[in-house]
């Protein structure tokens, strides 16, 4: 489970002691009761960003949050593919003769830099994985004797 951002109330006071108190990244993480490695990653993520103290103070808290961490829901760097139609997926594979790997080449033609075959399996097996499972059975009256065997064995 990813852990929760901090508050940039936080960050900036965790930069501010950092940068121009001039406190290591050691004696900065106990200040602020956080781990050395989450206060390493604080200010990779500041670096990264190309971010320089006294301009930071002046970003607004959504302002630096969206310089920090970047979109929402994505890690940096993540690269964001077009999502194949896992409902038509899901209604294909229900025909004769239709695999995945068979959807897959149909959706690579289209998106030919998209996702390889086992991402695409993966992501399609947690998508199925949300469906609620049931199982319709319709019976005409008469046509079948549903024999219920628990218990003792009938004589």
């Known amino acids: 489970m990813p852990t929760r951002r901090m508050?940039?109330?936080?960050?900036?006071?965790?930069?501010?002691l950092h940068r121009e108190a001039g406190l290591g990244m050691r004696a900065t993480a106990r200040l602020a009761g956080i781990a050395e490695s989450t206060m390493r990653d604080m200010v990779k993520r500041f670096e990264s960003a190309g971010l320089t103290w006294p301009v930071a103070a002046e970003l607004s808290n959504a302002e630096l949050e969206h310089k920090l961490y970047g979109l929402a829901g994505r890690k940096p760097g993540q690269r964001k593919l077009p999502e194949?139609?896992?409902?038509?997926?899901?209604?294909?594979?229900?025909?004769?003769?239709?695999?995945?790997?068979?959807?897959?080449?149909?959706?690579?033609?289209?998106?030919?830099?998209?996702?390889?075959y086992s991402r695409f399996c993966d992501l399609y097996r947690g998508w199925e994985g949300r469906l609620p499972v049931t199982m319709r059975q319709t019976h005409q009256a008469g046509d079948k004797v549903f024999v219920d065997y628990a218990g003792d064995k009938q004589p």
């Open 84 to 116: 194949p139609d896992w409902a038509m997926v899901h209604r294909e594979l229900k025909r004769k003769y239709v695999t995945l790997q068979t959807l897959w080449e149909e959706y690579i033609e289209a998106h030919p830099k998209g996702y390889r």
């Open 7 to 16: 508050d940039m109330r936080q960050v900036r006071e965790l930069m501010r």
